[in-house]
């Protein structure tokens, strides 16, 4: 496996198949969590290389979600990459502001996932 782990948040169980499939081609860890909360929990004790946060989640969104591990002293060096079906300039620019690292919009192809994934790794 390559050096680290990278966490998927995202509570669309499709999408975190998916995306665990096409990152184990590449025979990168995968961890995936469906909740914010749950998301943050192992971002805490598991320490992933990076993050996939979607920005829709049931308990809180992932702006709430990326606030929290930036304002983190254990999580905040994490790069996290947005991940999101909305194609709008605002959210954008919300996640730029809340110090996410980059954003990919759905649907993606696995190569442009695995750039913006190997500009952080």
Do not use: W
Request: charged share 30%; hydrophobic share 40%; aromatic share 6%.
């Amino acid at each position: 496996m390559k050096d680290g782990k990278i966490l998927i948040i995202d509570d669309d169980k499709y999408v975190c198949d998916t995306l665990k499939a096409i990152l184990e081609t590449k025979s990168y860890n995968v961890i995936i969590a469906n909740e914010g909360q749950r998301g943050l929990e192992i971002a805490q004790t598991h320490q992933p290389k990076l993050i996939l946060l979607d920005i829709k989640l049931p308990d809180m969104d992932g702006f709430d979600v990326l606030t929290k591990i930036k304002d983190n002293e254990t999580t905040k060096n994490i790069p996290i990459v947005m991940v999101s079906g909305r194609e709008d300039y605002s959210a954008l620019a919300k996640a730029r502001g809340l110090m996410s690292d980059d954003y990919i919009i759905k649907p993606f192809t696995s190569e442009d996932l695995f750039k913006k994934i190997e500009k952080y790794l």
